[in-house]
């Protein structure tokens, strides 16, 4: 199993309080990505990293922000949290190589009331 | 805009009953088309790259294809561990980004 930790794995927060969510991994990959799920719209891609301190917006940025300053570390967060962003977030990572795909964490179950 | 669509839904079989999962995809080029599962409470665990159309690959009773517009996951004499969503995924040619579908929510009863 690829090596990827998400913390915390459940969290259950108010509406207009900052969350943060962190990937850690352990592979050395290049790349490292945010996604979150829900029904009937599957993985949709927040925000990826493609080294430290380079990071671009996915199709669902609005309201969330990343931070990379190690290779090993890829943090998301919530500057004020809504309703509407209560989902599973996962962490992925991959490496340059085209045929090195995708791995996913196990995710963060988020809960804002 | 990149497009993917699985179908069914959903698909109940019985244990050793055979079928087939489809993804439909529009992208501007495609460098890869992935197939993941993904079991409960777990992220999507990866099951196979294909990279143009008429390529094939196998992984026990899974095996997927591609054409030009679609992909194929045949599942032969499943079990009921085979039980999980299956995601499609497709990445365009420059780009590190997936796209992926809803998935294919398949059960295997014994």
């Known amino acids: 199993d690829a090596g990827i930790t998400q913390s915390p794995r459940h969290k259950v927060t108010e509406t207009g309080t900052p969350v943060t969510l962190r990937c850690h991994q352990t592979?050395?990959?290049?790349?490292m990505y945010w996604y979150r799920q829900d029904p009937g719209h599957g993985l949709r891609l927040i925000h990826y990293?493609?080294?430290?301190?380079?990071?671009d917006k996915g199709e669902v940025s609005d309201g969330y922000s990343v931070s990379r300053s190690k290779t090993e570390d890829f943090l998301l967060t919530l500057e004020s949290a809504t309703s509407s962003q209560t989902s599973v977030y996962f962490c992925a990572i991959s490496d340059y190589d085209r045929d090195q795909p995708q791995h996913f964490g196990d995710g963060t179950r988020l809960s804002i009331l | 805009e990149d497009q993917v669509t699985q179908s069914p839904e959903a698909l109940r079989l019985q244990e050793g009953e055979s079928s087939s999962l489809n993804c439909s995809y529009t992208v501007s080029g495609l460098r890869g088309l992935f197939w993941y599962r993904q079991d409960p409470g777990k992220g999507p665990e990866f099951l196979f790259t294909?990279?143009?159309a008429g390529e094939e690959k196998e992984k026990e009773r899974l095996k997927a294809t591609l054409t030009k517009k679609e992909s194929f996951l045949h599942i032969t004499a499943p079990k009921p561990e085979d039980s999980a969503t299956y995601l499609c995924a497709v990445q365009e040619g420059g780009a590190q980004k997936l796209v992926f579908g809803q998935g294919t929510r398949l059960t295997i009863n014994p």
């Open positions: 592979e050395n990959h290049r790349y």
């Open positions: 990293s493609y080294g430290v301190k380079d990071t």
């Open positions: 294909l990279y143009s």
